[in-house]
């Protein structure tokens, strides 16, 4: 079955340089989440889009921005990377209105900002 | 504001022992609760959710879990234990508004041969 497919898998970067992450949910899914998760920490919601359009925000930095396109994909670009930004980044995608089932996440990209 | 608390950190079990992977919750209205596990460098995968019905899910891999409304708790269970269990494991709810979920901060399940 068709999954999450999140890249790239592993990205290095250097502080202040810019990162783009990939997000492409499972076909007719519509909405997708962005989490972050630090070293030994839970995931943390960032930004979620429901038909293109952003349908909620959390603890997301204003260097980063998020949007979905035409196919679905997502994109989160993260500006001015700190050394603190190293973490395993989660996409999720849904059908719309499934609140009664559990989203399915991709592998996650982990970035190091060295 | 909905929230998930997962009390131990780490939990150790013996091999064929059963375990238990303890959560409790905090929601307003009818709970959306998951169970995830995390392998090393891994995503999160899905185990098994309450919605309604019955209190005791099954789930994945033999995993289950016992919906609690009065003792507020969602405790994630095995009844024989396997060295492959242990991994992260984050317990979820779901926020019925915006569907996001909330994490609790996870329970490192050790299984010991």
């Known amino acids: 079955a068709a999954g999450v497919i999140q890249s790239p898998r592993h990205l290095i970067k250097e502080k202040r340089e810019t990162a783009t992450l990939k997000c492409y949910p499972i076909p007719r899914h519509d909405t997708v989440y962005w989490y972050q998760q630090g070293p030994g920490q839970d995931p943390q919601f960032l930004i979620s889009?429901?038909?293109?359009?952003?349908?909620d925000k959390g603890s997301i930095p204003d260097r980063f921005s998020a949007q979905q396109f035409s196919d679905y994909h997502s994109e989160l670009n993260m500006s001015s990377l700190e050394l603190g930004d190293s973490a395993l980044y989660f996409c999720?995608?849904?059908?719309?209105?499934?609140?009664?089932?559990?989203?399915?996440f991709g592998s996650g990209t982990r970035l190091t900002v060295v | 504001a909905q929230s998930v608390a997962q009390p131990e950190d780490q939990v150790n079990v013996a091999e064929g022992n059963p375990l238990t992977v303890k959560c409790t919750y905090s929601v307003s209205g009818n709970p959306y609760l998951f169970w995830y596990v995390q392998y090393p460098n891994r995503g999160l995968q899905f185990l098994l959710k309450?919605?309604?019905?019955?209190?005791l899910v099954k789930g994945s891999y033999g995993f289950e879990a016992e919906f609690n409304k009065s003792q507020t708790s969602f405790h994630l269970k095995k009844p024989s234990a396997l060295v492959s269990d242990s991994a992260l494991y984050f317990c979820a709810v779901r926020d019925p508004g915006t569907y996001k979920y909330i994490f609790g901060t996870g329970t490192r399940l050790k299984v010991l041969a």
């Open positions: 889009f429901y038909e293109k359009m952003q349908s």
């Open positions: 999720a995608s849904s059908l719309p209105g499934s609140g009664s089932y559990g989203y399915t």
């Open positions: 309450y919605i309604t019905g019955d209190n």
